[in-house]
């Protein structure tokens, strides 16, 4: 299977410009990436409401939708993402997070513990995939969090957008709802073991920073300056400055900034590809590129990366974009 790849939008900065996230969803069309990731959560703008927007600026890109199920009840979802559908020509997908790894449900004021977060988005799921998957003309549900009478009623039948969920999540549920499973952004050693805990009919996707450098040494001085180390006792400069510069690497060409932060790909474009190639090999089909909202960035790898990963038949050949 082809290693596919998605670029995440910044949207949780203090000042949203609308202007740059259209002009970074065109850069990576072009560059012949496969989609976006558009965050969701407390400190974001709305992705439901930037990704209606990007669906006029894009023609082919999947549109990967987080929307934290703390945030919209699961009938009102449901038909956002049918009105989605229609207006992206079925390039939706929805990532559901987990609000345990980073507080999201504190924040939107859910204050259960786990065992009734895992009931309640049970039947968060079962209610949602109910009503996108079409069939009734209408139901009714009954449930200790979610009571519905004739819901579904108003349905179109558009396909049901792929569903997403994080590797926290309960694994019954991740087996039972989820088409693809995030995985937390760790070594690949963690991520295989991971893998073999959760596989089955779930395909797998994982987040990484990237700093892609001309050659190896420039890419490790770039990543030392913006995650600077901690001192090291004195030492040859040249020892020191090795030393500094790969203290925080933590698998050849991975580096974490602190521990639990996600990883960092590190190198020239041929170690980048090498190492995207052994994450493909441990089962991830799905690559997020995050914390590089540049332009330049998103061009510099598909030309640099994309066309190396298609040697490795990790990728098809590129189609000539529609204008």
């Given at each position: ?190 991520l295989e073991q991971e893998i073999l ?45 090795l030393a500094r510069d790969r203290q ?76």
């Open positions: 299977m082809a290693l596919e790849f998605s670029w995440q939008l910044p949207l949780c900065t203090p000042t949203p410009t609308p202007g740059q996230w259209i002009q970074l969803a065109q850069a990576v069309e072009y560059a012949g990436l496969d989609g976006l990731w558009i965050p969701g959560g407390a400190p974001c703008a709305d992705s439901l409401g930037v990704a209606a927007a990007l669906c006029a600026h894009t023609r082919h890109l999947h549109l990967n939708v987080s929307v934290p199920p703390e945030v919209v009840l699961p009938a009102a979802l449901a038909s956002t993402l049918q009105s989605l559908q229609s207006i992206s020509a079925n390039r939706v997908r929805l990532h559901l997070p987990d609000g345990d790894r980073d507080s999201l449900r504190q924040a939107f004021g859910e204050w259960l513990n786990r065992d009734q977060r895992n009931e309640r988005i049970g039947e968060y799921l079962e209610i949602l995939q109910r009503l996108l998957r079409g069939g009734d003309s209408g139901f009714n549900f009954s449930g200790r969090y979610f009571q519905l009478e004739n819901a579904g009623f108003a349905r179109r039948p558009l396909p049901a957008p792929p569903l997403i969920l994080d590797d926290s999540h309960d694994a019954r549920l991740i087996a039972s709802h989820a088409d693809l499973c995030l995985l937390r952004s760790a070594p690949p050693a963690w805990r959760l596989q089955g009919r779930t395909g797998f996707v994982c987040s990484f920073g990237l700093i892609l450098g001309a050659t190896e040494e420039l890419a490790w001085e770039v990543a030392a300056q913006r995650f600077p180390a901690p001192a090291e006792p004195p030492a040859s400069a040249a020892v020191r400055r925080l690497e933590v698998h050849p060409n991975l580096l974490q900034p602190g521990p639990g932060q996600p990883l960092y790909l590190v190198g020239n474009a041929q170690q980048i590809a090498t190492r995207l190639g052994e994450l493909h090999g441990l089962g991830i089909e799905h690559i997020v590129i995050q914390d590089q909202p540049a332009v330049a960035e998103v061009l510099r790898f598909g030309e640099r990366i994309l066309p190396l990963l298609r040697e490795q038949g990790l990728r098809k050949e590129r189609q000539r974009h529609e204008r």
